[in-house]
């Protein structure tokens, strides 16, 4: 359920994300660790949990949280 209180929350989105001028949802930080992730995703991504999601995107060729949450 959607925190009635984000104004910038997106359908199925955790959490409350702002938005870029251009409207589209600001970027994950890529210094977030992996195990904040996998906590708030409900995910193993069976890598150490103190990696940055940066570096795991980069090593998996994945272009952002959002395909990595889906499977894209």
């Known amino acids: ?3 009635s209180n984000c ?3 997106a359908p199925g989105m955790k959490g409350c994300r ?3 001028q251009n409207g ?3 970027d994950k930080r890529d210094d977030t660790h992996i195990g904040t992730i996998e ?7 069976g ?4 990696m940055q999601l940066g570096t795991y ?3 998996h060729d ?3 949280l959002n395909d990595l949450i889906t499977g894209r």
């Open 1 to 3: 359920m959607a925190n």
């Open 7 to 9: 104004k910038n929350d």
């Open 18 to 20: 702002s938005r870029n």
């Open 24 to 26: 589209l949802l600001r």
């Open 39 to 45: 906590k708030q995703y409900g995910i193993d991504l």
């Open 47 to 50: 890598v150490r949990s103190d």
């Open 57 to 59: 995107l980069e090593e």
């Open 62 to 64: 994945i272009k952002s």
